[in-house]
Nanobody
Framework: QVQLQESGPGLVKPSQTLSLTCTVS??????????WSWIRQPPGKGLEWMGV???????YYSPSLKSRTSISRDTSKNRISLQLSSVTPEDTAVYYC?????????????????????WGKGTLVTVSS
Protein backbone atom coordinates (compact mmCIF):
# COMPACT_ATOMS: atom_id res chain seq x y z
CA GLN A 1 0.00 0.00 0.00
CA VAL A 2 2.81 2.41 0.84
CA GLN A 3 4.67 3.59 -2.23
CA LEU A 4 7.84 5.66 -2.47
CA GLN A 5 9.12 7.37 -5.58
CA GLU A 6 12.47 9.10 -5.94
CA SER A 7 12.87 12.02 -8.30
CA GLY A 8 15.45 14.61 -9.24
CA PRO A 9 18.14 15.36 -11.80
CA GLY A 10 19.95 12.37 -13.23
CA LEU A 11 23.14 14.32 -13.89
CA VAL A 12 25.02 16.56 -11.47
CA LYS A 13 28.31 18.32 -12.04
CA PRO A 14 31.24 17.90 -9.66
CA SER A 15 31.31 20.33 -6.73
CA GLN A 16 27.57 20.95 -7.01
CA THR A 17 24.83 19.76 -4.69
CA LEU A 18 22.87 16.62 -5.43
CA SER A 19 19.20 17.11 -4.56
CA LEU A 20 16.55 14.40 -4.58
CA THR A 21 13.01 14.06 -3.32
CA CYS A 22 11.05 11.04 -2.21
CA THR A 23 7.31 11.31 -2.62
CA VAL A 24 5.35 9.04 -0.31
CA SER A 25 1.84 7.81 -0.97
CA UNK A 26 -0.36 5.48 1.04
CA UNK A 27 1.03 6.64 4.37
CA UNK A 28 2.04 9.76 6.24
CA UNK A 29 5.68 10.60 6.91
CA UNK A 30 4.66 11.82 10.36
CA UNK A 31 3.08 8.56 11.47
CA UNK A 32 4.70 7.07 14.52
CA UNK A 33 6.74 4.91 14.70
CA UNK A 34 8.27 4.99 11.24
CA UNK A 35 11.39 6.61 9.81
CA TRP A 36 12.48 7.48 6.31
CA SER A 37 15.92 6.64 5.05
CA TRP A 38 18.19 7.31 2.08
CA ILE A 39 20.40 4.50 0.81
CA ARG A 40 22.64 4.44 -2.23
CA GLN A 41 24.42 1.85 -4.35
CA PRO A 42 27.37 2.83 -6.57
CA PRO A 43 27.79 0.77 -9.75
CA GLY A 44 29.25 -2.63 -8.93
CA LYS A 45 29.25 -1.95 -5.19
CA GLY A 46 27.08 -2.68 -2.21
CA LEU A 47 24.38 -0.67 -0.51
CA GLU A 48 25.42 2.28 1.63
CA TRP A 49 23.15 3.75 4.26
CA MET A 50 23.26 7.54 4.14
CA GLY A 51 20.90 8.77 6.80
CA VAL A 52 17.39 8.83 8.17
CA UNK A 53 14.70 11.19 9.36
CA UNK A 54 12.30 9.99 12.03
CA UNK A 55 8.59 10.64 12.24
CA UNK A 56 9.29 13.45 14.72
CA UNK A 57 11.79 15.15 12.40
CA UNK A 58 14.99 14.10 14.12
CA UNK A 59 17.84 13.15 11.79
CA TYR A 60 20.83 10.82 11.87
CA TYR A 61 23.59 10.41 9.30
CA SER A 62 26.34 8.05 8.29
CA PRO A 63 29.59 9.31 9.86
CA SER A 64 31.33 9.20 6.48
CA LEU A 65 28.72 11.43 4.86
CA LYS A 66 27.49 13.54 7.75
CA SER A 67 29.44 16.65 6.80
CA ARG A 68 27.91 16.71 3.31
CA THR A 69 24.43 15.30 3.86
CA SER A 70 21.15 16.90 4.82
CA ILE A 71 17.80 15.13 5.03
CA SER A 72 14.64 17.15 5.47
CA ARG A 73 10.91 16.80 5.06
CA ASP A 74 7.91 18.68 3.77
CA THR A 75 4.94 17.41 5.72
CA SER A 76 2.43 19.36 3.63
CA LYS A 77 3.54 17.48 0.53
CA ASN A 78 4.43 14.22 2.29
CA ARG A 79 7.93 14.30 0.88
CA ILE A 80 11.43 13.50 2.09
CA SER A 81 14.40 15.37 0.62
CA LEU A 82 18.08 14.59 0.31
CA GLN A 83 20.89 17.03 -0.30
CA LEU A 84 24.47 15.91 -0.80
CA SER A 85 26.91 18.76 -1.26
CA SER A 86 30.32 18.97 -2.95
CA VAL A 87 29.76 15.87 -5.03
CA THR A 88 32.46 13.99 -6.91
CA PRO A 89 32.24 11.16 -9.45
CA GLU A 90 32.49 8.76 -6.50
CA ASP A 91 28.97 9.84 -5.56
CA THR A 92 27.55 8.33 -8.75
CA ALA A 93 25.02 5.77 -7.59
CA VAL A 94 21.45 4.58 -7.60
CA TYR A 95 19.76 6.42 -4.77
CA TYR A 96 16.89 4.82 -2.88
CA CYS A 97 14.49 6.05 -0.27
CA UNK A 98 12.99 3.52 2.09
CA UNK A 99 10.65 3.33 5.03
CA UNK A 100 12.08 2.06 8.30
CA UNK A 101 9.74 0.37 10.73
CA UNK A 102 10.61 1.08 14.34
CA UNK A 103 8.27 -1.76 15.28
CA UNK A 104 10.61 -4.23 13.56
CA UNK A 105 13.62 -4.00 15.80
CA UNK A 106 16.32 -6.18 17.24
CA UNK A 107 19.90 -6.22 18.40
CA UNK A 108 23.01 -7.35 16.51
CA UNK A 109 26.05 -7.40 18.77
CA UNK A 110 25.65 -4.13 20.68
CA UNK A 111 23.73 -2.33 17.95
CA UNK A 112 20.03 -1.63 17.80
CA UNK A 113 18.77 -2.37 14.29
CA UNK A 114 15.52 -1.78 12.47
CA UNK A 115 13.87 -3.31 9.44
CA UNK A 116 12.98 -1.75 6.12
CA UNK A 117 9.49 -2.63 4.96
CA UNK A 118 9.15 -0.51 1.81
CA TRP A 119 11.65 0.60 -0.84
CA GLY A 120 11.42 3.02 -3.69
CA LYS A 121 12.52 1.86 -7.12
CA GLY A 122 15.64 4.00 -6.98
CA THR A 123 16.98 6.67 -9.29
CA LEU A 124 20.40 6.79 -10.92
CA VAL A 125 22.39 9.96 -10.37
CA THR A 126 25.58 10.43 -12.37
CA VAL A 127 28.18 12.94 -11.27
CA SER A 128 30.14 14.07 -14.29
CA SER A 129 31.32 17.20 -16.02
Amino acid sequence: QVQLQESGPGLVKPSQTLSLTCTVSGGSITTSYYAWSWIRQPPGKGLEWMGVIHYDGSTYYSPSLKSRTSISRDTSKNRISLQLSSVTPEDTAVYYCARVSMYDTGTIATMRVYGIDYWGKGTLVTVSS
